[in-house]
């Protein structure tokens, strides 16, 4: 059952991440998390991330922006770094409260609530009309690198900024989704170096048919999307992130993810 429903999961976000440059990890860790310890089931998800990125770099990595990449992508990992130190810091906070949703018991820790926050105020004004409805500027991509960077380190959300910030550098939907996996790649490289000896390799040994299964499942969405991103609109990607944006944003508020 597990194998299902984890490659399930598996080819269905990361056809919607291709577009929206976000969501593969934020769906798949809490359903690997439903089958194995939350330990197991984070660093299990950090390899079908890392390895979809990688395949999605031989897809698309030809057409990205370089000029975006190097604004955007120096700074977002040095701050990774930082990020990712500052998570040992701070995991130990207590939540900020705690509720019950149809028996689950549900917590908020601090960081959730504030990179939920963040995101929120990013996706409105991407969603919002009027004079308000422009994009940031592509003046603010080092300051989106070092958001970006930061925010994944810390919480592993740096897809929903750096999406965020990319709409407004003026690229198209092809250099959009080569620019967003170029730079996913160069942060997680960079985070997972702080976060390797954290589990260690035992994750690998311990599940690798399934680990493969949901890589090749990733593997396979990731292909789909290609194909249909000929046919959409840089205005349907626009809208399909600012919607995604709301709904991440909204389930970290909530403490649902």
């Given at each position: 059952?597990?194998?299902?429903?984890?490659?399930?999961?598996?080819?269905?976000?990361?056809?919607?991440?291709?577009?929206?440059?976000?969501?593969?990890?934020?769906?798949?860790?809490?359903?690997?998390?439903?089958?194995?310890?939350?330990?197991?089931?984070?660093?299990?998800?950090?390899?079908?991330?890392?390895?979809?990125?990688?395949?999605?770099?031989?897809?698309?990595?030809?057409?990205?922006?370089?000029?975006?990449?190097?604004?955007?992508?120096?700074?977002?990992?040095?701050?990774?770094?930082?990020?990712?130190?500052?998570?040992?810091?701070?995991?130990?906070?207590?939540?900020?409260?705690?509720?019950?949703?149809?028996?689950?018991?549900?917590?908020?820790?601090?960081?959730?609530?504030?990179?939920g926050v963040l995101i929120l105020f990013?996706?409105?004004?991407?969603?919002?009309?009027?004079?308000?409805?422009?994009?940031?500027?592509?003046?603010?991509?080092?300051?989106?690198?070092?958001?970006?960077?930061?925010?994944?380190?810390?919480?592993?959300?740096?897809?929903?900024?750096?999406?965020?910030?990319?709409?407004?550098?003026?690229?198209?939907?092809?250099?959009?989704?080569?620019?967003?996996?170029?730079?996913?790649?160069?942060?997680?490289?960079?985070?997972?170096?702080?976060?390797?000896g954290l589990t260690g390799p035992g994750?690998?040994?311990?599940?690798?048919?399934?680990?493969?299964?949901?890589?090749?499942?990733?593997?396979?969405?990731?292909?789909?999307?290609?194909?249909?991103?000929?046919?959409?609109?840089?205005?349907?990607?626009?809208?399909?992130?600012?919607?995604?944006?709301?709904?991440?944003?909204?389930?970290?508020?909530?403490?649902?993810?």
């Open positions: 059952m597990e194998y299902l429903v984890i490659c399930l999961t598996a080819l269905a976000a990361s056809g919607l991440t291709l577009f929206s440059g976000f969501g593969l990890g934020t769906v798949l860790a809490p359903v690997m998390a439903l089958f194995f310890p939350v330990e197991t089931a984070v660093a299990a998800t950090a390899v079908v991330h890392f390895a979809n990125n990688l395949f999605k770099l031989a897809l698309f990595g030809r057409r990205a922006d370089l000029s975006v990449v190097l604004r955007f992508g120096i700074p977002a990992m040095l701050a990774s770094l930082a990020g990712a130190w500052a998570l040992v810091r701070v995991s130990g906070l207590p939540p900020l409260y705690r509720y019950t949703l149809y028996g689950n018991a549900l917590e908020v820790a601090p960081v959730k609530l504030l990179v990013f996706a409105v004004r991407e969603l919002r009309g009027g004079k308000g409805a422009r994009p940031h500027p592509a003046s603010w991509l080092p300051l989106g690198g070092i958001v970006s960077g930061f925010f994944g380190g810390l919480s592993g959300n740096q897809g929903a900024f750096r999406s965020a910030f990319l709409l407004g550098a003026g690229l198209g939907k092809e250099a959009f989704v080569a620019t967003g996996v170029v730079l996913a790649c160069l942060v997680d490289a960079a985070r997972l170096t702080v976060y390797a994750v690998l040994r311990g599940n690798p048919g399934l680990i493969a299964a949901a890589t090749l499942s990733a593997f396979l969405g990731a292909f789909i999307g290609a194909r249909v991103l000929g046919k959409v609109t840089i205005t349907a990607v626009r809208r399909l992130v600012g919607g995604m944006l709301v709904t991440l944003a909204a389930a970290l508020c909530l403490g649902l993810v």
